[in-house]
Structure formats: structure tokens, C-alpha cells
């Protein structure tokens, strides 16, 4: 393992761990770690295998719950959408994948609590209702996101800058670092 890559998990790891620590509901870091490894990892198993495995740990630590799927469904969505920004990650580039980001999983994810939780009607109005009522979420999302997004690109971005050990090795992509040029 490379010491690139292994401080990539570790800091996907270490941000997972926010999740156990007291927070607004959904402001939580996990989006922008799914959407971080899509970006960083190269191997791109690892891009969905690791942010899982943190978060199928941090779900142990804080328990199972119905519509799982779904809710892991939607930050698969990030980690794909974090593949788009493997060749530039410019301000806007990250800006518009964060934005499509919470997107993604608040219409899969209350879907799922639509289908799954039996909290509304099995027809068109439950479904309104079920997004609706996800709104507050949405916002609380997104602005986490945002938050740890910043905390993560800007901060390895910054890293990479300080620590040459930690720069990809990829010749013949144009890149740019986190706060370059869309």
C-alpha cells in the first residue's frame, strides 16, 4: 500500500468517525467522503469499498435500519459522481458535484423511506408527503456537505502542496488542485 493511499483511507476513515459524534440531523460527513474517495482513489473498487466499509462500521456502532439500501444506494451516486472529478477538481467543478451530490441521495434516499419505513401511504401523495417532510434534511445535507467537502479537497489539496509523497502519480492528466481553475 502506498503512503498516498494509505493516508487516503485513513482519512476517510477518521471523517466516518464524525458520524458517531453528536451532530444535526444528516450533517454528517459521509457524502463528502463518498464523493472524495470517487475522486481519489484510484482503484476504483476501492472508491466504493472503502467510504462502505466506514460506513457499514459506523451503522454497526449505531444500528441497522430499514432502507439501508437505499441510503448506501445514494452515496454510491457521490462515489460516481466523484469519478468526474478525477481528470480537473476545480472550485465550481466540486461546488456542482457536491450540489448533484445531495441531489442524488435525497431522491434516493426518501424514496427508500417511502417504500420502507410504512410512515406514509404507498401512492403518489405519501411519496410527496415522504419528500416534503425530507426538506429540513436536505438542507442539513447539503450544508454538511459543504462543510466537509471544503474540510477534505481543500485539505488534502493543501497537503499534497506541503507533502510531495502524497501527489498522484498520473502522468498525462491534466489536473488542477482543489482550489484551480474549472
Known amino acids: 500500500m502506498t503512503p498516498r493511499l494509505l493516508t487516503l483511507c485513513l482519512l476517510i476513515f477518521a471523517t466516518a468517525a464524525l458520524r458517531l459524534l453528536p451532530h444535526w440531523p444528516n450533517f454528517t460527513p459521509v457524502a463528502a467522503l463518498a464523493l472524495f474517495a470517487g475522486a481519489h482513489l484510484d482503484d476504483r473498487r476501492l472508491a466504493f469499498v472503502v467510504p462502505f466499509a466506514a460506513l457499514l462500521l459506523s451503522d454497526w456502532v449505531l444500528g ?100 510531495a509523497w502524497l501527489r498522484a502519480k498520473t502522468a498525462g492528466l491534466a489536473r488542477t488542485g482543489a482550489l484551480g481553475q474549472s
Not at 135 to 144: H, Q, V
Request: proline share 3%; charged share 15%; no cysteine.
Open 64 to 163: 441497522f435500519y430499514p432502507g439501508m439500501v437505499f441510503v448506501y444506494a445514494g452515496f454510491a451516486v457521490s462515489v460516481l459522481i466523484g469519478f468526474a472529478l478525477r481528470r480537473r477538481r476545480g472550485l465550481r467543478r466540486i461546488a456542482a458535484a457536491t450540489l448533484a451530490g445531495a441531489i442524488a441521495f435525497f431522491l434516493i434516499s426518501n424514496f427508500g423511506a417511502w417504500l420502507t419505513t410504512g410512515l406514509y401511504p404507498r401512492d403518489a401523495a405519501g411519496l410527496a408527503a415522504a419528500y416534503i417532510a425530507g426538506i429540513p434534511f436536505l438542507r442539513n445535507a447539503l450544508a454538511g456537505d459543504l462543510v466537509y467537502v471544503a474540510l477534505l479537497f481543500g485539505g488534502f489539496w493543501l497537503a499534497e502542496r506541503r507533502f
